[in-house]
């Protein structure tokens, strides 16, 4: 009998070490253990990112004032990049033994509310957290062959770049991939059903991203949607609303679907994702479900926030998280975009082009940060388009944590000159 049982090793993998530390007998079930750490590690977050940063070095490179043809050696990359993760992995695999978590390899089933079975076992436990991630969704219409017509799973490990490629769909992924793949050489085309890149983005930003991406040498097809592609003769023909292409390679990106198959039995409900409350608990109120699966936010930091949300649940701090304040954030480059909290009719907005750092970094003059606050002049969102707008969020989502208001948020000196003085300029626009 254990105490609880973690299904999934990605980020749930931080509830399952901090309950083992509090006395509790955890067992923490994973598919594969060569993908602990989930698709984070493995597939997202962290590959992409190492291809990022690159991929923007090499963008600075091309200013005038570098001599000599750069690119990237991707196979090469790619060989870094794997000895990373495998060293991550193994350091996750310490972690989850040293703290007394059983690990156990195998597909797990919850069958009931205090059934787990794996590998022809039943295991009984008093809880259970299931945090069994997400996959690419693949739109009608689109036959899939993961050679020419591919997910981000085999773009992130592509060790050779194609002379062309189409991208369908403009949220993270997309966005992330057409500024690696343009400003890499690669003839890329952003296909995306409506007139603006997000319903997210402030309109202000959503052009702004648009420009950079064609300055990057993205090709944008918007109110564009597709209608069939397959792969003919190493070609991909893709038929859309309106008209047909070919290209050499499609990535399919149009958002990810919860991995719901762990639920066997009826009383736990599933509609977009496993549905749950605002304390993560399902219909069965000692079963859990965090993270990608449960559909309301796909974020690795969010999965480990709802992880640990969990664990203090079940170690009798019963606390809501409010997902609306944690940040998210997208590369565009050589910018990225970030927002967090909510938006108000009390805000303000600076241009970066007001900052002595901006030429030091090319396109920076045309970022901007908007500050939302409310009645009382606490600070409740931002979003953030500049360089480094990843990490300057943080400093945000720390002010709306603390609860911070604008006058006392003032009396904070940023360095300079940096991009996070921005923060500053901003504040003093309030009125």
Excluded: W
Aim: proline share 3%.
């Amino acid at each position: 009998m254990y105490d609880v049982i973690c299904i999934g090793g990605g980020l749930n993998y931080s509830a399952a070490i901090v309950l083992a530390k509090n006395g509790l007998k955890v067992a923490l079930i994973e598919k594969s253990l060569d993908h602990l750490g989930g698709t984070c590690l493995n597939e997202g977050c962290i590959p992409s990112k190492n291809l990022l940063h690159r991929t923007k070095a090499l963008f600075e490179t091309k200013e005038e004032c570098f001599e000599g043809d750069k690119k990237i050696n991707l196979a090469k990359l790619q060989e870094i990049i794997s000895n990373s993760i495998s060293k991550s992995r193994s350091g996750v695999k310490s972690q989850i033994i040293a703290s007394g978590v059983e690990l156990i390899e195998g597909e797990a089933k919850v069958i009931d509310e205090n059934k787990v079975k794996v590998n022809d076992k039943i295991l009984e436990t008093k809880y259970i957290i299931i945090g069994t991630g997400s996959h690419p969704r693949i739109p009608e219409g689109i036959e899939i062959d993961y050679k020419n017509i591919i997910t981000s799973n085999e773009a992130i490990k592509a060790t050779e770049f194609p002379k062309e490629i189409a991208i369908y769909g403009s949220g993270a992924i997309g966005l992330e991939f057409a500024s690696f793949f343009a400003i890499n050489g690669v003839k890329t085309t952003l296909i995306f059903r409506h007139e603006n890149l997000s319903r997210k983005f402030p309109e202000s930003i959503d052009k702004k991203i648009q420009e950079l991406l064609k300055a990057n040498g993205v090709n944008l097809m918007p109110n564009t949607s597709i209608e069939s592609a397959k792969s003919e003769k190493n070609k991909v023909v893709i038929k859309t609303n309106n008209g047909e292409i070919k290209v050499e390679k499609l990535l399919v990106a149009t958002g990810r679907i919860p991995n719901t198959d762990v639920i066997e039995t009826d009383k736990i409900k599933v509609s977009k994702g496993i549905d749950t409350n605002e304390y993560f608990q399902t219909s069965l109120p000692n079963v859990f479900a965090i993270g990608d699966c449960n559909g309301k936010l796909q974020l690795a930091h969010a999965a480990r926030a709802e992880a640990l949300n969990v664990a203090d649940f079940i170690l009798g701090k019963k606390e809501k998280l409010n997902l609306d304040n944690i940040p998210k954030f997208i590369y565009i480059m050589p910018l990225s975009y970030a927002n967090v909290g909510i938006t108000t009719e009390k805000s303000a907005t600076f241009p970066i082009k007001y900052l002595g750092i901006r030429a030091a970094i090319p396109y920076a003059e045309d970022g901007e940060i908007t500050l939302y606050a409310d009645d009382e002049g606490f600070i409740v969102g931002a979003d953030i388009f500049s360089p480094y707008a990843e990490e300057i969020v943080g400093i945000v989502a720390t002010a709306i944590e603390s609860e911070i208001d604008i006058e006392t948020f003032k009396k904070v000196t940023f360095p300079h000159p940096t991009f996070s003085e921005a923060i500053d300029r901003v504040l003093r626009r309030f009125k």
